[in-house]
């Protein structure tokens, strides 16, 4: 009799994913691996998220690649499940089933006129310039002179640098073609960061501060008064600040000294203890209101910002882009935990409303934390959740499914997705793109809406070998 | 010489795993693993042997004498994040 095949499919292809389907061949060589992705292109927000001036982290493909799809590890791309294949069919052709997905939206800020065109969830700008397929058609009005990132964290630093770039520096990038054709056109000279606490408590590490603070041509403004440290910040950065706070502080009154540069390109300035209230304009952003905040230790003795009562300052802009976090959303049929917005699980086994194990359903990434960490940060989370999924395996505990061989789950997408993208398929794709990258000495050109990607990975696609 | 790791660190952990010289910090299940950026590499224990560049996923690791100079701080940054640390300890015990 022919051994009981342990078949996991891994629903979202990106980092979480993909540190998950490595650590699960690592742990347990005989588990068959099917990994699934609503895009035609693997690795998610490494593809289309990390900013494409960091270009060094991007080469964390090639791990993926060689430790997941080099390994033996299936990709399915462009399916989605829950819209081509549900839960309960996956539950019905996989031992287990892992969620991957991310999150995939944005918190907003609850303010009036946040929706007024021209006020954007950074989000959105980030997978238009990667050349996410769905974000191609945005349009992003940068005529006017100055621009307002609220936000103090990782997606605010990439969006201000990438509004701030010059474009032969943009040219060197993988920024997809329609952005970069845009951003040489932006008259944008200046952008405005808001943070809603103070400069203890940037979110942005330091790293990425002191990348802000060098940029070419760039002036990096920080007013001398708004880097001194109110009595409870200073407090907290004596006795429990960690060494990248420390560090940040000490950044910013450095930036604060230097002497402004009237020569230069473009200007950022960041400004702290601020909260946006209002953005308004006539049918577009015209202007933005923003309050100051002063920091006050909460009763679970976090330091948080609380309004002043003060007037607004008002603030000309024609862009804002707000970068306050990401949020996920629930997925069909899978229990959701709508306060943490993630799914309900211990130590990644998802849990029933009532709290107990959901057998076979596994989350990891985002979706089980919150998102939170940076990209290692996952592999540790994966092996936390591969872990689980291997004793569960061990134990007995996952029967297997019904229809259990491969060539039944093939069958079904083969007649749902016809167009569904296999490794082939993504091996054309990067071919292709990396081709057009060697021609115009760029590290890749990216294909940005669907029907190139499916041509490409059809072997149909009007090749650089035909231009 | 030492090796130093730059800001470009996502704290994949393979380098943690390959070094010989137990000098990459802070360690997996350390209490601030998960709150500091980036892993830093103690100079003072640092052997030279470069096995955490051939491990580092994301090429962030640089020998002292070619750190490219964008990362020009990081040769510094790296043996301040110890002599902190041994501050700290020195002022806690």
């Known amino acids: 009799m022919a051994s009981v095949r342990e078949r996991v499919a891994i629903v979202g292809a990106g980092p979480a994913g993909a540190y998950a389907a490595a650590s699960l061949r690592l742990n347990r060589a005989e588990v068959e691996v099917d990994l699934f992705e609503r895009l035609p292109t693997p690795w998610g927000l490494l593809r289309g998220g990390v900013a494409p001036d960091h270009q060094e982290i991007k ?71 990667n050349g996410h397929p769905d974000y191609r058609g945005l349009e992003f009005d940068l005529s006017a002179q100055r621009a307002v990132v609220i936000g103090n964290g990782n997606v605010a630093a990439d969006v201000i640098r990438m509004l701030t770039l010059r474009a032969d520096e943009l040219e060197r990038t993988d920024v997809a073609d329609h952005a970069l054709e845009a951003l040489r056109e932006s008259r944008i000279e200046e952008v405005v960061v808001l943070g809603r606490r103070g400069p203890a408590q940037v979110a942005f590490t330091s790293a ?89 230790r909460g009763d679970d003795g976090s330091l948080r910002a609380r309004a002043r009562d003060e007037d607004p300052e008002t603030i000309e802009c024609g862009l804002v882009l707000r970068s306050v976090g990401y949020r996920a959303v629930p997925l069909p049929h899978v229990p959701f935990d709508e306060r943490s917005f993630v799914l309900p699980n211990e130590r990644g086994r998802v849990l029933t409303p009532d709290g107990k194990p959901l057998p076979g359903v596994y989350a990891v990434g985002w979706i089980k934390r919150g998102p939170t960490g940076i990209l290692g940060t996952n592999k540790r989370d994966a092996e936390e959740t591969v872990r689980c999924l291997v004793e569960d395996l061990r134990s007995g505990a996952l029967p297997p499914p019904p229809r259990s061989a491969p060539e039944q789950i093939d069958a079904l997408l083969a007649e749902r997705k016809p167009d569904m993208v296999t490794i082939e398929g993504w091996r054309a794709i990067d071919a292709h793109e990396l081709e057009r990258g060697r021609r115009e000495q760029r590290p890749r050109v990216k294909l940005a809406s669907r029907d190139e990607l499916l041509a490409a990975a059809a072997g149909t696609a009007g090749g650089p070998a035909d231009a | 010489m030492t090796y130093v790791i730059t800001g470009s660190c996502i704290k994949d952990d393979a380098c943690i795993d390959a070094c010989p010289a137990d000098c990459i910090h802070p360690k997996l299940g350390a209490l601030d693993f998960e709150a500091v950026e980036q892993l830093y590499i103690d100079p003072e224990v640092c052997i030279d042997c470069d096995a955490c560049v051939d491990a580092c996923p994301v090429d962030a690791i640089f020998a002292d004498f070619e750190i490219p100079e964008k990362h020009d701080y990081a040769l510094e940054l790296n043996a301040r994040f110890f002599a902190e640390q041994s501050t700290a300890e020195r002022t806690a015990a």
């Open chain 1, 59 to 129: 080469r964390l493909q090639d791990t993926f690649d060689s430790q997941t799809l080099g390994r033996g590890c299936r990709f399915l791309g462009n399916v989605e499940v829950g819209v081509d294949v549900s839960h309960s069919e996956l539950m019905r052709h996989y031992t287990s089933v892992v969620y991957a997905t991310g999150a995939q939206t944005d918190k907003s800020l609850g303010i009036p006129g946040e929706d007024l065109p021209g006020s954007w969830a950074a989000t959105e700008f980030v997978a238009w310039y």
């Open chain 1, 208 to 296: 990425e501060l002191r990348e802000l603070g060098h940029l070419d041509g760039v002036d990096l403004r920080v007013d001398p008064d708004e880097v001194e440290l109110d009595p409870e910040s200073r407090r907290w950065l004596a006795e429990e600040g960690g060494f990248t706070a420390r560090r940040n502080v000490e950044l910013l009154r450095e930036f604060a000294d230097r002497p402004a540069r009237p020569d230069a390109r473009r200007r950022i300035e960041l400004r702290f203890l601020r909260s946006p209230v209002e953005i308004r304009g006539a049918g577009r952003v015209e202007e933005i209101d923003v309050r100051g905040n002063e920091i006050v």
